[in-house]
């Protein structure tokens, strides 16, 4: 059997697959403190312990995966209170007795992607969610880009609608992309979540805007076989076509897309990328260490 753990801002969600990754058990339980969560997950994953190879762990950062630091496995600098500096992997390795795969969140969801959703078959991928946050994740070559440490796509610099005059949220940078863009910058907008903003109402042109800088960025940077772009933000629908318009402007066919609907899509394992990618990666663990 394998584990994943999808560990996020707000919420932990925990699997467990048989071989072929069919998912048997799966438990969600809010974010809280480190020692509290860990509780519950090992808990949960105390029932398999004596057929579970590996777990899979796409957590939120920004956290060191780097397996040569001396603070792998650790969540660095987050706002979320409590869990700055704590090891996460040596926390999960000693309850458990069992390998952990570490990754992002976003990392987790895009191999899921690449691997069981809209990138199967390809080579290279970029997935963002826009949520309660704003992360990105690029796979090329079939592997994580990123050695020293994971990408903060999220913390991107994008110019200003002209005719938007909000301030942003991010705690860090204040108007880069996820202070305008994500789940809680437009509540903070208007005092209400952005499903309950109808999609004719201007401000949807604005985060579109920002949106299609991030998709532009990424294919100046990447040039990746496919962009998919996932969380709650993203399914207002309407959005994702205003967001392929925006990126037409602004690349102005500069690098040519051939079917700009099958470029820029949704997540095909929506809600699941990252549990699906964080079991990949477990049974990934199993096998190199047979191997």
């Known amino acids: 059997m394998y584990g994943a753990i999808e560990a996020g801002g707000t919420k932990m969600i925990c699997a467990i697959s048989d071989e072929d990754l069919n998912i048997v058990d799966q438990i969600q339980f809010p974010t809280t403190l480190p020692e509290e969560n860990i509780e519950e997950m090992i808990d949960f994953f105390g029932r398999y312990k004596e057929n579970l190879k590996a777990i899979g762990l796409g ?3 920004p956290v060191d995966i780097n397996p040569k630091s001396k603070t792998y496995g650790h969540i660095l600098n987050t706002p979320k209170k409590g869990w700055q500096n704590f090891d996460f992997v040596g926390a999960l390795e000693n309850g458990l007795n069992v390998d952990v795969s570490l990754t992002t969140d976003v990392n987790a969801a895009a191999y899921g992607e690449l691997k069981e959703g809209a990138g199967k078959g390809k080579n290279s991928l970029a997935y963002y969610t826009f949520g309660t946050g704003v992360g990105g994740g690029v796979i090329q070559n079939r592997d994580f880009v990123g050695a020293r440490g994971h990408q903060e796509l999220g913390h991107m610099i994008v110019n200003k ?7 942003g949220i991010c705690y860090a940078h204040g108007s880069c ?11 903070k907008r208007f005092g209400l979540p952005g499903k309950d903003l109808p999609i004719e109402d201007k401000f949807w042109d604005i985060e579109a805007y920002y949106i299609g800088q991030c998709v532009y960025n990424t294919v100046l940077a990447f040039n990746p076989e496919v962009i998919v ?10 959005l994702i076509e205003k967001v392929r318009e925006n990126y037409k402007k602004l690349m102005n066919d500069y690098i040519h897309v051939e079917n700009i609907g099958q470029y820029i899509v949704k997540p095909e394992r929506n809600g699941k990328s990252a549990i699906i990618g964080a079991l990949l990666l477990a049974k990934d663990k199993a096998r190199e260490k047979v191997g």
Do not use: M, R
């Not at 772009?229 to 309407?238: A, C, N, W, Y």
């Open 177 to 187: 992309l996820e202070g305008l863009a994500s789940g809680p910058s437009i509540e």
């Open 229 to 238: 772009l996932g969380g709650g933000v993203i399914q207002k629908e309407g």
């Open 161 to 167: 609608h002209p005719e938007d005059n909000f301030g």
């Open 59 to 61: 957590t939120f950062g």
